[in-house]
């Protein structure tokens, strides 16, 4: 046997040879080339082979060659050098498909049925076929459905802390050592929002129609700007706690229609939107009417008759004091007569709810 000289070893590179076995056969004499589709994977750099043979599609990825490696010898006839090549390789397996299609098939038994099934098989067929959905319908529906959503369309009111006083009272200090200081005027209405409401209310008469209870606060002392803003802000809020809810959904429904900006205010913190209307839940509602006593309390030296209160807006006694004793206030008698009184320590006594979240 004459000796072989290797001239030359040719690791992988870019490119490299690659042996490919047949699953279930070998090549023979009567093999024809066919022309095949090299993949690569980038994660390890290993190749996928995909050719076709006798109308069946035969797929292989590359061995790995961790443990071991497979090298092709390859002589030069007339020089006689020889190259060793390292390869890889690459095990074939056919792939089988069915060209029948399900689809296809069912329609075809569909047909069938409609044209050689009895009466009853034909019922059966035309119900099934009734009850297919068409999925991309259904999407498309879904998805202009969910486009027309918007934000007032949701009520979300349910879902709001009304389990805490503090969603029904205005900002409060309750750590505050003066009676004066647990509300504060400045915080009811900021600046620029007392000034507005005074610029659209000069000049114009909107103290003639206040409530009984509030005309006796405003015939009691003189009041400066912004207590007067805060007087007909109460007045609004009891107007509104008393207007039936019907009212309420009307699209040209206003409570102040002096000044837009105190009407903007009630109607935005006190009802909620839902389906497109102005609507008022329960929690609001009495939101509202724990914001008006504050007010009242404000502006009348925190102190306010509880008879007045109940008289205007048609209330028993203990559903005035219920609903006074969440702003922190007291019940007191002065004279011979109950008045809600704000003074400390604030009445902290935890009022029994309803399941509703009302009170």
Sequence with gaps: MSKLQITEV???????????????GNPTDHFMAE???????????LKTVLT???????????EEDALSKTFIVKRNRNTGKVQILDAGIVNLKPVIYDNNDVTSMEVNNLELSRKFGSKKQKQIMEQREKLKVNVETVTEQMQNVTQEITEDTLDLSAYQNTNSDDFYIPTIDR????????????????EAQYDIIISEIDGKEC??????????????????????????YAD?????????????TKKNYVIMPHSATLNEICLSN????SNGRRVRSGPYKDKTLCHAIVFLLLINNLKIELNSLCETLKLSP??????????????????????VQLKLPLNTKKIFRRKSAKF
Excluded: W
Aim: aromatic share 6%; hydrophobic share 40%; charged share 25%.
């Design 10 to 24: 040719c690791p992988k590179g870019t490119t490299y040879p690659l042996i490919a076995n047949f699953l279930h």
């Design 175 to 190: 750590e505050a050592t003066k009676a004066e200081d647990v509300y504060k005027v400045e915080n009811m209405l900021t």
């Design 207 to 232: 103290t003639a129609d206040l409530l009984p209870i509030c005309q006796e606060v405003l015939a009691r002392k003189t009041l400066s700007e912004k207590l007067n803003v805060l007087l007909i």
């Design 52 to 62: 076709k043979v006798d109308n069946l599609l035969y797929v292989g990825d590359e």
């Design 236 to 248: 609004c809020l009891l107007k509104l706690y008393a207007k039936p809810a019907r009212d309420i």
């Design 318 to 339: 203990a559903t005035a004091s219920t609903k006074a004793r969440v702003t922190g206030a007291s019940i007191a008698t002065v004279g011979g007569k109950k008045v």
């Design 270 to 273: 006190f009802t909620s939107m």
């Design 35 to 45: 022309e095949c589709l090299l993949l690569k994977n980038e994660e390890n750099n």
